[in-house]
C-alpha cells in the first residue's frame, strides 16, 4: 500500500474501519507504558515463497518481553517498516499462532496448523504476521491442548525441561531444589518434575496469603514449599535431610539470585549443579569458594534463547513434542493468565491507551498477561 | 643397621643418639607453630606383603597443610599410633620419597625408585614410612629431574595441568586468564601453558617490587602481567581486547575470589569457563547472573585431590609421565624454594623448636618450604 493510497483508505474508515493487522510495537527503548503503541499495518501480501501467512491467537507477555523494550536486555528485535518514516520493533517473543497461507515451496506446515516461532524477538504482540517456514515449528496433536497452552510452549515449559534434564542425569527419586517457585518457568519444573518422577523442594517469597500459594504448588506436585524465610533457621539443613532421607541433592534451579540463593545451594549435596536463568532480586549470585572446590559444584546459566539457537530443528521438534504430550496428559496445566482482547473496532489510540494501561500494572498481576489481537480477516 | 647394634649404638650416644624416623606431628588443630612437634618413631619394620618402606628425600609444605591443622580443611589425616599413649597427626601432603625395601608381591616398584604418594593427606613430613604399594605413583625417567622438582609434582603442577585441560577445548594461541599468578599454581600455569602454546594474562596483587615479580612471571612464559588496580581502570577491557586481537577469551583460573574476581570475570568470552582453587582474599565468589545466562558462563571449582579419587592408576600415571616429561624438558622449573633441614643429630626438643619456627613466618616466605627430615639410616 503506497503512502498516497494509505491516507485515502485511512480517511475513509477514519472512525470505526475494522483493524485486521494491528501490532504492539516501540520505536524506542523505555518504559512499556510510555513507549508502547498500537499501530494498524496493511493488510498482508500473500506469502512469497518459503514463508507463510499466520494469524495470532494468543500471544504471552513474558518479563523478559519488558526488559527487551526497556532496552537492558542483550537480544534485541528486528526493526520494521512502521506505518510512517520511522522503523518500529513490534513487542513479544512468545504466542500461538494459526497457518492462513503458505508460500511455495513450503511443506513443513500447511493451512490451519498452529505453530509457533522459535526465533528470538519474533514480534509476535501482532494479529498477523508473514514468517519464514524456517523459523515455525508446527505444534502436533493439538488435541488436548488449549490455545492458552500453545501461546505458551515456547520459553517456559522448555526452559523448564532443559534445566531438569540437560545439566544432571537424575533418576526418579531423586530431588530437585529450586526457587521462585510460582514463577512461570517454576510452576512448570514442578509439573515436568512430577510426571519424570523426581520431587522437588519449592522456596517462595514469604506473603500473606501463604497457605494458598503452597496448596497450589502442592496441587500442580510440589512435594515440599517452604518461604526464604525458612532458610535462615538455624536448624532448617536437618529437616531437609531429614525430609530427603540425607539424599544428596544434586540439581538446583535459580531465578532470584542475592543472599537467599546462596543459602540455598548449601542445600545442595556433592557434584551438584545449580542452574540459574534469572535473578528476580536483581542482587550477583554470590558462592563460597569452598564450594566449588570440595562439594564439586557446577554453576551455569540457562538461556533458553540460546538453546534454539545452538540446536537442530530435529532437537525443538523433538522437544515440542515432549512437551505436547505431557500437556495432552494433563501433567502441564496453562498457566495462570489473564487474556486481554484488543478488539479491531478499536482506533489505535483507543488501543494504545488499553495496552499501556495493562503494563501499568503487568508486574503485579502475578498472572500471565495474554494479548488477544483480534484480527478480522 | 640391626636393632641389636642400634640399640647398642642409641645407648653409647644417650645425649646425641642419631634420629633415623623422625616425623612432625600434631595431635590437636591449633596453628601449626604452636602445635606441632617432632617425634621420633621406633624403626620401620620390614615391609608387609602389598606395602613398601620409603626413605622421604623432600616433602613440601603447601598452604592447605596448614588448614589441615588448623582443622578447616575437609580432608583430615588419619591418627597414627604415636609413641605416646595417644595418636597422633603426621603433617604434609606433598612429598619424593625413594624406595628402600618392597613387601612381598609388590612390583609397581623397587628398591630407589623415586616415588610419590597420591593419597590425600599422606602424611610426608616424616623421614621413612611404610606405604601401601596402591597409593604409591612412580616418578618415571628421572633424568633432569631435581629432588625439588620431585617433591612438588603431586599437588601444584597437576592442578595446573588439569584446569588447563579438563574443562575448555583450547588450541595453540588460545589466551588463558588467571588471577594469583605468581602462587606456585599459577607459576605451573604460566609455564604449562606456554608449554601447550596457549597465551596468558596474568594478574597480581599490586607491590613495592611489582617489576621484579612482573619480570620473573615473563621468564616463565607470562604474555600478560597486569594487577588488580589495573581491573579497575574503565578502559582496561578495551586494552585487552587490543592486545588479544577480540580474541574471546575461554578460560579463567581463579584462587582469589572477591571483587577483583568479579571484574576479571567480565572480561571473559561467551561460552568461557571459570576454575576456581582457592580463596586467598577469604571472600565469596561473586558474579551478575546475567553472566551466566547470556555469556554461557560455567563456574567450577578444582580440588586435584578430587581428581586423584575419581581417576584410574592407569591416568594418574599418565599425567605424572606429562608433568615429568615437561621438566625434564626444562619446561617446568623448580619453584622458588628454601629448604629446611631437620639433622639427626638434633634432639626432638631441638627439632621442634625448629620447626615451630618455620611456621612462625611460613606464610610470608614467598617461597615454597621443604622439609628435609634427615635419617641415619
Not at 492462513?100 to 504476521?129: H, R
Request: aromatic share 6%; charged share 20%; net charge positive.
Amino acid at each position: 500500500m503506497n503512502a498516497a493510497f494509505r491516507a485515502r483508505w485511512a480517511r475513509s474508515f477514519s472512525t470505526s474501519r475494522l483493524r485486521s493487522n494491528r501490532a504492539i510495537v516501540y520505536s524506542q527503548s523505555g518504559n512499556p507504558a510510555e513507549v508502547l503503541s498500537a499501530m494498524t499495518f496493511p493488510k498482508l501480501d500473500p506469502p512469497r515463497p518459503s514463508t507463510v501467512n499466520v494469524k495470532f491467537l494468543l500471544s504471552a507477555v513474558n518479563p523478559a518481553d519488558i526488559n527487551v523494550i526497556e532496552g537492558v536486555y542483550p537480544a534485541k528485535p528486528q526493526l520494521v517498516q512502521g506505518t510512517g518514516s520511522e522503523g518500529v520493533y513490534i513487542g513479544g517473543n512468545e504466542g500461538l499462532a494459526i497457518v492462513t497461507a503458505v508460500g511455495e515451496g513450503v511443506d513443513s506446515v500447511k493451512p490451519n496448523d498452529w505453530v509457533i516461532s522459535t526465533k528470538a524477538q519474533a514480534g509476535t504482540w501482532t494479529a498477523v504476521k508473514n514468517i519464514s517456514a524456517e523459523e515455525l515449528l508446527k505444534i502436533p496433536n493439538p488435541k488436548g491442548l488449549s490455545e492458552v497452552h500453545g501461546a505458551t510452549m515456547t520459553v517456559n515449559p522448555p526452559t523448564a525441561y532443559n534445566m531438569l534434564n540437560e545439566f544432571v542425569d537424575l533418576k526418579p527419586g531423586d530431588w530437585v531444589i529450586q526457587n521462585g517457585a510460582n514463577s512461570a518457568v517454576g510452576q512448570a519444573a514442578i509439573q515436568i518434575a512430577a510426571a519424570q518422577g523426581l520431587k522437588t523442594i519449592n522456596f517462595v517469597r514469604n506473603r500473606d496469603n501463604i497457605a494458598d500459594l503452597v496448596q497450589r504448588l502442592e496441587a500442580l506436585g510440589a512435594n515440599q514449599v517452604f518461604t526464604y524465610d525458612d532458610l535462615k533457621d538455624r536448624e532448617f539443613r536437618k529437616k531437609i535431610a531429614a525430609l530427603t532421607g540425607n539424599a544428596e541433592i544434586r540439581l538446583g534451579l535459580n531465578c532470584v539470585g542475592g543472599p537467599e540463593t546462596t543459602q540455598m545451594v548449601k542445600l545442595l549435596g556433592n557434584n551438584a549443579h545449580l542452574v540459574s536463568y534469572g535473578a528476580m532480586s536483581k542482587q550477583p549470585l554470590s558462592f563460597p569458594t569452598s564450594l566449588f572446590i570440595f562439594k564439586n559444584l557446577t554453576a551455569h546459566g540457562f538461556w533458553q534463547h540460546g538453546w534454539y539457537q545452538q540446536r537442530s530443528r530435529a532437537d525443538r521438534e523433538d522437544l515440542m513434542r515432549k512437551l505436547v504430550n505431557l500437556t495432552s496428559q494433563g501433567k502441564l496445566k496453562e498457566p495462570e493468565h489473564k487474556v486481554v482482547v484488543i478488539p479491531t473496532h478499536e482506533s489505535d489510540e483507543e488501543a494504545t491507551a488499553r495496552i499501556r494501561d495493562v503494563f501499568k500494572t503487568a508486574q503485579s498481576h502475578g498472572k500471565k498477561i495474554l494479548l488477544k489481537l483480534e484480527s478480522s480477516s
